[in-house]
């Protein structure tokens, strides 16, 4: 099973890094894989430091929601 992790493009880093920031918590991470898809604010899905899908706000939302109401358990 493969787990992934909302984040919102913050800044870039050059053509190949971005910085996120991932529930207050900024990293840098590698968008190679979708380069020419995204925009400053974007919301995309990281697994082992690569964005891997770019996502709509409301759906990056759901998520959040979702790992909150798991981290309330």
Not at 6 to 20: L, M, P, S, Y
Not at 25 to 50: A, C, M, P, Q, Y
């Given at each position: 099973?493969?787990?992934?992790?909302?984040?919102k493009?913050?800044e870039f880093?050059?053509?190949?890094?971005a910085?996120v920031?991932?529930n207050?918590v900024t990293?840098?991470?590698?968008?190679?894989l979708?380069k020419?898809?995204?925009?400053?604010?974007d919301w995309?899905l990281i697994?082992?430091?690569f964005?891997?899908?770019?996502?709509?706000?409301?759906?990056a939302m759901?998520?959040?929601?979702?790992?909150?109401?798991?981290?309330?358990l």
């Amino acid at each position: 099973m493969c787990l992934s992790v909302v984040a919102k493009i913050i800044e870039f880093i050059d053509q190949t890094q971005a910085k996120v920031d991932i529930n207050g918590v900024t990293k840098i991470i590698t968008i190679s894989l979708l380069k020419n898809e995204l925009e400053l604010n974007d919301w995309v899905l990281i697994h082992t430091g690569f964005a891997i899908a770019k996502i709509d706000e409301s759906k990056a939302m759901e998520i959040i929601n979702a790992y909150d109401k798991i981290d309330n358990l």
